[in-house]
Nanobody, 124 residues
Framework: QVQLVESGGGLVQAGDSLRLSCAASGRTLSSYTMGWFRQAPGKEREFVAT???????YYADSVKGRSTISRDNAKNTVYLQLNSLRPEDTAVYYC??????????????????WGQGTQVTVSS
C-alpha cells in the first residue's frame, strides 16, 4: 500500500506561484510513474503533469511552460511547481502513483493510488 498526502495549496492572486508537495509513505516512489491531476467544481478530473523513469516529464497544454513536476527520491516526495497562476487554475489538485506503468501515463484510470487533494484558489 502507498499513502499519498498533498500539501502546499492555498489562496493566491493571479500571477503568483505555488509549490505543491506529495509525500508518500508505505513504499518508495522512485520506480513509480507519478502524476498530478486537478478537478474544478462541476468538471471532470483532468491530467496536469506526469514524471517517470530518468526524470522524464510530460505536461498538459494548459500548464506547459508554467509548471514543473519533479521528485526527490530521498524524501519520497513529488512536487508540482505552478507559476503565473490564472483563475482557471483554481481546482483541487491530486497526486497519484501508478505501480504497473513503465512510462508516461495521462489516463487517470491507470493510477493506483491517490492522495486526498489540496485546494488551489487563484483570484483575479
Amino acid at each position: 500500500q502507498v499513502q499519498l498526502v498533498e500539501s502546499g495549496g492555498g489562496l493566491v492572486q493571479a500571477g503568483d506561484s505555488l509549490r505543491l508537495s506529495c509525500a508518500a509513505s508505505g513504499r518508495t516512489l522512485s520506480s513509480y510513474t507519478m502524476g498530478w491531476f486537478r478537478q474544478a467544481p462541476g468538471k471532470e478530473r483532468e491530467f496536469v503533469a506526469t514524471t517517470w523513469s530518468l526524470r522524464r516529464t510530460y505536461y498538459a497544454d494548459s500548464v506547459k511552460g508554467r509548471s514543473t513536476i519533479s521528485r526527490d527520491n530521498a524524501k519520497n516526495t513529488v512536487y508540482l511547481q505552478l507559476n503565473s497562476l490564472r483563475p482557471e487554475d483554481t481546482a483541487v489538485y491530486y497526486c497519484a502513483a501508478s505501480v504497473a506503468a513503465a512510462g508516461m501515463v495521462v489516463d487517470r484510470r491507470r493510477y493506483d493510488y491517490w492522495g486526498q487533494g489540496t485546494q488551489v484558489t487563484v483570484s483575479s
